[in-house]
């Protein structure tokens, strides 16, 4: 494989066209809200949606929904970057065997290092991937969702999987002028599908309890401080939140994170993902708090992905267990939640 090839697999996105600095505003601490505890789910797209299910399943008793778009199974790389390339992008290996990542999962609920499979049972799971996609295949979407089947309770109430099959790889939406064309794809990756994947996510998740946007709802999307969370490596020094205006005043909340994908982060292309997701109209609408999370290019990491594979943790460890309840960015996205909801 040529090295430029490896290096666009590595990204698990295809390069920024264009890079565009997030405008200099000064980050107050993330704030304390009333968050319900049972209402707080998880959604990432790409490495993003990656890290949401690691989040998920290292803390399901935390988070009750989880939605992915375009990534693939649990557990896929174990660590290792040939296996990430080759069965959990592209699958010129073939695809993950789900009977060896049940076993890692087993090998890890016996060290604590996940949360107990009867919360893991009781989620709702949304998934979604594009038919298109040519950064990460669709057939390791529909391993995810056969993975989920064995964990829940009545997957037939508790798991919705979509495929739209003109769509490359990215987040689809229904209208934003940052959208590129839904079967080209590129940056910011948010894909003209005509499809509001924010709100068929959260309405999944929240089990169709939502009110639909009008445009007359108000919330404010503020950057707060990330450092109190993590030590400093590999996460920007700001995150975003969108508060609505009922949050804000002390009103009953519901809470979900949202992570962008590869060279879809605040220095990679401004506030586009965290004010054109689609997610902040719902949130205004419904009393939904969103978080977003920003990871930063560094040399291990230029394009700004989650830690699927291993890359933020030891280099001396043999098995690097960044996709546990010890994960460097799993602990500090956990940290934030807990901030929030003040626990």
Known sequence: MKASAVLTALLLALPATALAEPEAQPAASLPVLNIEPDAISVMGVSSGGYMATQLAVAWPARFSGLAVFAAGPWGCARGTLSLALTQCMQTRLGPPDLNVLQQR???YLHDERVGDPGDLA????YLWHGGQDDTVDPQLGALLAEQYRTWLDDPESQLKEVTSPRAAHGWPVSASSAAVDCS???SPHLLDCDMDGAGQALQWIYANDLQPPTGDERGM????DQAPFYDGRRLAETGYVYVPKACEEGAPCALT??????AMSAEQVGETFVRESGLNAWAAANRIVVLYPQAEPSLPNPKACWDWWGYDESSWQRDPIYDTRQGHQVQAIKAMVDHLAGT
Do not use: N, S, Y
């Open 105 to 107: 999962h087993t090998d």
């Open 122 to 125: 009781r989620q709702r799971v």
């Open 184 to 186: 080209q794809g590129g």
């Open 221 to 224: 999307l503020m950057p707060f």
């Open 257 to 262: 994170v949202a992570l962008h994908g590869c």
